[in-house]
Protein backbone atom coordinates (compact mmCIF):
# COMPACT_ATOMS: atom_id res chain seq x y z
CA UNK A 1 0.00 0.00 0.00
CA UNK A 2 1.05 3.44 -0.94
CA UNK A 3 0.03 7.22 -1.52
CA UNK A 4 -1.67 7.72 -4.52
CA UNK A 5 0.30 10.29 -5.82
CA UNK A 6 -0.04 12.22 -8.87
CA UNK A 7 3.25 12.90 -10.25
CA UNK A 8 3.18 16.54 -11.26
CA UNK A 9 -0.21 17.03 -12.96
CA UNK A 10 -1.93 19.79 -10.86
CA UNK A 11 -4.69 20.77 -12.69
CA UNK A 12 -5.97 16.92 -13.58
CA UNK A 13 -6.17 16.94 -9.47
CA UNK A 14 -8.03 19.91 -9.52
CA UNK A 15 -10.53 18.58 -11.71
CA UNK A 16 -10.58 15.40 -9.86
CA UNK A 17 -11.18 17.76 -6.95
CA UNK A 18 -13.80 19.42 -8.29
CA UNK A 19 -15.25 16.29 -9.31
CA UNK A 20 -14.85 14.34 -5.81
CA UNK A 21 -14.92 17.73 -3.70
CA UNK A 22 -11.77 16.50 -2.01
CA UNK A 23 -8.87 18.42 -1.21
CA UNK A 24 -5.61 18.83 -2.72
CA UNK A 25 -2.63 17.38 -0.95
CA UNK A 26 0.25 19.47 -2.91
CA UNK A 27 4.10 18.34 -2.00
CA UNK A 28 6.38 19.61 -3.22
CA UNK A 29 10.22 18.21 -2.65
CA UNK A 30 12.90 16.59 -4.36
CA UNK A 31 15.80 13.73 -5.15
CA UNK A 32 18.27 15.05 -3.07
CA UNK A 33 16.69 16.59 -0.68
CA UNK A 34 17.51 15.09 2.75
CA UNK A 35 14.17 15.72 4.59
CA UNK A 36 12.22 14.88 1.72
CA UNK A 37 14.17 11.43 1.49
CA UNK A 38 13.07 11.27 5.56
CA UNK A 39 9.14 11.95 4.72
CA UNK A 40 9.71 8.93 1.67
CA UNK A 41 11.03 6.41 4.14
CA UNK A 42 9.06 6.98 7.33
CA UNK A 43 5.86 8.81 7.09
CA UNK A 44 5.10 8.57 3.68
CA UNK A 45 5.28 4.69 4.62
CA UNK A 46 2.94 4.67 7.33
CA UNK A 47 -0.29 3.16 6.70
CA UNK A 48 -2.01 5.45 9.31
CA UNK A 49 -0.71 8.46 7.16
CA UNK A 50 -1.26 6.21 3.68
CA UNK A 51 -4.92 6.22 5.16
CA UNK A 52 -5.19 9.86 6.06
CA UNK A 53 -4.24 10.78 2.67
CA UNK A 54 -7.13 9.10 1.27
CA UNK A 55 -9.37 12.62 2.33
CA UNK A 56 -6.92 14.31 -0.83
CA UNK A 57 -6.30 14.05 -4.01
CA UNK A 58 -2.23 13.97 -3.77
CA UNK A 59 0.20 14.93 -6.16
CA UNK A 60 3.58 15.03 -6.46
CA UNK A 61 5.79 17.81 -7.40
CA UNK A 62 9.78 17.25 -8.15
CA UNK A 63 11.08 20.96 -8.08
CA UNK A 64 13.95 19.41 -10.40
CA UNK A 65 11.25 18.37 -13.12
CA UNK A 66 10.26 20.13 -16.35
CA UNK A 67 7.78 22.85 -15.40
CA UNK A 68 7.54 22.37 -11.56
CA UNK A 69 9.41 25.80 -11.02
CA UNK A 70 6.34 27.18 -12.59
CA UNK A 71 4.26 25.54 -10.31
CA UNK A 72 6.40 26.34 -7.03
CA UNK A 73 6.56 29.82 -7.80
CA UNK A 74 2.66 30.04 -8.34
CA UNK A 75 2.23 28.47 -4.75
CA UNK A 76 4.81 30.56 -3.20
CA UNK A 77 6.86 27.83 -2.26
CA UNK A 78 9.99 28.65 -1.12
CA UNK A 79 12.04 25.35 0.65
CA UNK A 80 11.74 21.32 0.43
CA UNK A 81 10.07 19.82 1.58
CA UNK A 82 6.62 21.93 1.78
CA UNK A 83 3.03 20.21 1.57
CA UNK A 84 0.44 22.68 0.44
CA UNK A 85 -3.81 21.73 0.98
CA UNK A 86 -5.80 23.58 -1.64
CA UNK A 87 -9.75 23.51 -1.95
CA UNK A 88 -10.71 22.65 -5.26
CA UNK A 89 -10.94 26.34 -6.68
CA UNK A 90 -6.90 26.37 -5.53
CA UNK A 91 -7.56 28.48 -2.60
CA UNK A 92 -5.11 27.80 0.11
CA UNK A 93 -6.87 25.82 3.77
CA UNK A 94 -3.03 25.39 4.83
CA UNK A 95 0.65 24.66 4.26
CA UNK A 96 3.07 22.84 6.48
CA UNK A 97 7.01 22.61 6.40
CA UNK A 98 8.14 18.71 5.45
CA UNK A 99 10.69 18.69 8.28
CA UNK A 100 8.65 18.99 11.13
CA UNK A 101 7.82 15.62 12.91
CA UNK A 102 5.29 13.17 11.87
CA UNK A 103 2.94 13.99 13.92
CA UNK A 104 2.84 17.35 13.51
CA UNK A 105 2.50 17.08 9.98
CA UNK A 106 -0.64 13.83 10.70
CA UNK A 107 -2.34 16.58 13.03
CA UNK A 108 -2.35 19.33 10.83
CA UNK A 109 -3.16 17.45 8.18
CA UNK A 110 -6.01 15.74 9.73
CA UNK A 111 -7.24 19.23 10.71
CA UNK A 112 -7.32 20.58 7.02
CA UNK A 113 -8.75 17.41 5.86
CA UNK A 114 -12.27 18.58 6.83
CA UNK A 115 -11.95 22.37 6.50
CA UNK A 116 -12.85 24.16 3.88
CA UNK A 117 -11.70 27.60 4.75
CA UNK A 118 -9.12 29.66 3.33
CA UNK A 119 -6.04 29.89 5.49
CA UNK A 120 -5.62 33.88 4.61
CA UNK A 121 -9.67 34.27 5.45
CA UNK A 122 -8.57 33.01 8.79
CA UNK A 123 -5.72 35.26 8.87
CA UNK A 124 -8.10 38.04 8.42
CA UNK A 125 -10.55 37.29 10.99
CA UNK A 126 -7.54 36.65 13.68
CA UNK A 127 -6.39 40.39 12.87
CA UNK A 128 -9.92 41.94 12.53
CA UNK A 129 -11.96 40.24 15.39
CA UNK A 130 -9.99 37.51 17.31
CA UNK A 131 -12.69 36.66 19.58
CA UNK A 132 -14.06 35.34 16.59
CA UNK A 133 -11.72 32.57 15.66
CA UNK A 134 -12.28 28.62 17.34
CA UNK A 135 -9.63 26.10 19.06
CA UNK A 136 -9.59 24.57 15.48
CA UNK A 137 -8.69 28.26 13.68
CA UNK A 138 -5.71 29.03 15.81
CA UNK A 139 -4.41 25.54 15.62
CA UNK A 140 -4.53 25.84 11.70
CA UNK A 141 -2.55 29.22 11.88
CA UNK A 142 -0.37 27.67 14.73
CA UNK A 143 0.37 25.14 12.04
CA UNK A 144 0.75 27.06 9.12
CA UNK A 145 4.86 26.61 7.49
CA UNK A 146 5.16 30.93 7.51
CA UNK A 147 8.77 29.80 6.92
CA UNK A 148 7.55 27.81 3.27
CA UNK A 149 5.56 31.06 2.54
CA UNK A 150 6.82 33.31 0.04
Known amino acids: ?17 ADSGKPVLLY ?7 PCNQLKAGLFKDP ?23 WGER ?5 YPTLIVLDPKRNEITRVA ?20 AVAATLATALATPD ?12 YGWEVDA
Request: net charge negative; aromatic share 10%; with cysteine.
Open 1 to 17: VAIAWRQGDVDDAFAEA
Open 28 to 34: WGAVWCP
Open 48 to 70: AYIALTGKFVPVYLDGDEEGAQA
Open 75 to 79: FGVRG
Open 98 to 117: GGNDAAELTRALTLAASRRS
Open 132 to 143: RLAAEDWQVLGD
